[in-house]
Structure formats: structure tokens, C-alpha cells
């Protein structure tokens, strides 16, 4: 098992920046992927950003320009910097933890953005 924690959410007004962070202990392996989902209300979870253990990143498009996903292996530990916040990035952002196939969840973390 793999357990995620989250931190960093919180109140930000439009145009501002948020970090979080996810924490991953446990059955923790080298060759696993980590990324952010996000899921606002009313709406289905969608993916965000992920990154692979060798850093390789991936975006969806709303995200591109504005987050950066990075991993410290080190510390099994996976950011994502949000710049330029709106008021539409207003979600639970969830991390997730992919071996193989097998797939694990943090709690979320709720990020408000104020217009």
C-alpha cells in the first residue's frame, strides 16, 4: 500500500500562485508516476498534470503555461506550482501514485480562487 498526503491548498484571489505538495509513504517504488487530478463541483474528476520518475512531464492544455509539476524522488514527493490562478481552477486537486497497475489516491485538497 501507498499512502498520499497533500498539502498546500488554500484561499487565493484570481492571478495569485499556489504550491502543493503530496507526500507518498509506504510501498513506495522507483519506477512509479505521480500527478495531480483535480475535481470541481458538479463536475467529474479531470487530470491536471502527471510525472514520471525520470521527470518526463505531461500537462492537460489549461494547465500548460500556467502549472509545473516536479518530484523529488528523494522524498517521494510530487508539486505542483499554480500561477495565475482563476476562479475556475476552484477544485479539490487530488494527487495520485501509479506502479504498474496499481493506482492510489490522497485525500484532496481544496483550492479556492477568489475573482
Known amino acids: 500500500q501507498v499512502q498520499l498526503v497533500e498539502l498546500g491548498g488554500g484561499l487565493v484571489q484570481a492571478g495569485g500562485s499556489l504550491r502543493l505538495s503530496c507526500v507518498a509513504s509506504?510501498?513506495?517504488?522507483?519506477?512509479?508516476?505521480m500527478g495531480w487530478f483535480r475535481q470541481a463541483p458538479g463536475k467529474e474528476r479531470e487530470y491536471v498534470a502527471r510525472?514520471?520518475?525520470?521527470?518526463?512531464?505531461f500537462y492537460a492544455n489549461f494547465a500548460k503555461g500556467r502549472f509545473t509539476i516536479s518530484r523529488d524522488n528523494a522524498t517521494n514527493t510530487v508539486y505542483l506550482q499554480m500561477n495565475g490562478l482563476l476562479p475556475e481552477d476552484t477544485a479539490v486537486y487530488y494527487c495520485?501514485?501509479?506502479?504498474?497497475?496499481?493506482?492510489?489516491w490522497g485525500q484532496g485538497t481544496q483550492v479556492t480562487v477568489s475573482s
Open positions: 509506504g510501498r513506495t517504488r522507483s519506477n512509479s508516476a
Open positions: 495520485n501514485y501509479v506502479f504498474l497497475s496499481s493506482t492510489y
Open positions: 510525472i514520471s520518475t525520470r521527470t518526463i512531464t
